[in-house]
């Protein structure tokens, strides 16, 4: 079992539209989660952090935590195309290096016009 | 959040030589990572570089094909070694650039062909 999962996708949606990108972990002991975007050619760029179990909002980006179903996702409202990327997401725990971020593979998320 | 730069920004190497990459952010740090991204696939974790220190090696990356340095808490290097096309990848720089936070930014890359 892969320490952190996604979907690889594409997943496709529509401009306007609500994308839902999802991501399980493995480790129960995980403190912290994040949510990278990469642009095709680029490097990741952080978008949301999450601690606690619950709802963060950020403008349009609401990152959801269930420590229990050791589940996050990331909501993205309102989508454009130039939301079309790769979203990675990434666990801290408490495994191997205290400090170490595990990726998971990453959702290609496609905006349709 | 830090401004990490990387040089070089790409480059094309001859199998059996060696490519050293460096990353410097502008402000003081307490941690840097250096990760591969090979084509197609996510981030791994190559290793935590330790100011004045030894760097710390992941499952599966030495430091003989990998060496290190961090001299200082703004600049790291790494040397990728004795290349084959195997190690065609991005290589990127990360720091942990804000403690309270435990967020972690990654500078713009490396991007490595080996012919």
């Known amino acids: 079992q892969k320490e952190v999962e996604q979907n690889s996708g594409p997943l496709s949606v529509p401009e306007g539209a609500i994308a839902s990108l999802n991501c399980t972990y493995s480790?129960?002991?995980?403190?912290?989660f994040f949510w990278y975007r990469q642009y095709s050619g680029k490097s990741p760029e952080l978008i949301m952090f999450?601690?606690?179990?619950g709802d963060k909002e950020d403008g349009r980006f609401t990152a959801q935590l269930n420590k229990a179903s050791q589940y996050v996702s990331l909501l993205i409202r309102d989508s454009q195309p130039s939301d079309s990327a790769t979203y990675l997401c990434a666990v801290k725990g408490l495994r191997g290096s205290a400090r170490q971020l595990t990726f998971g593979s990453g959702t290609q998320l496609t905006v349709l016009p | 959040s830090a401004v990490i730069s990387q040089k070089p920004s790409r480059d094309i190497c001859q199998r059996g030589t060696s490519l050293t990459i460096q990353c410097q952010v502008d402000?003081?740090?307490?941690?840097m990572f250096w990760y591969r991204q090979q084509p197609g696939q996510s981030l791994t974790l190559i290793a935590t570089a330790n100011q004045g220190s030894e760097a710390t090696y992941e499952s599966g990356f030495v430091i003989d094909k990998f060496p290190i340095s961090r001299p200082n808490l703004t600049f790291s290097t790494l040397t990728v070694s004795n290349m084959s096309p195997e190690d065609s990848s991005i290589y990127l720089c990360?720091?942990?650039?804000?403690?309270?936070?435990?967020?972690?930014?990654f500078g713009p890359g490396t991007r490595l062909t080996v012919l």
């Open positions: 402000s003081q740090v307490t941690m």
């Open positions: 990360s720091v942990l650039a804000e403690p309270s936070t435990d967020t972690q930014y």
């Open positions: 999450i601690y606690s179990n």
């Open positions: 480790d129960r002991g995980s403190q912290s």
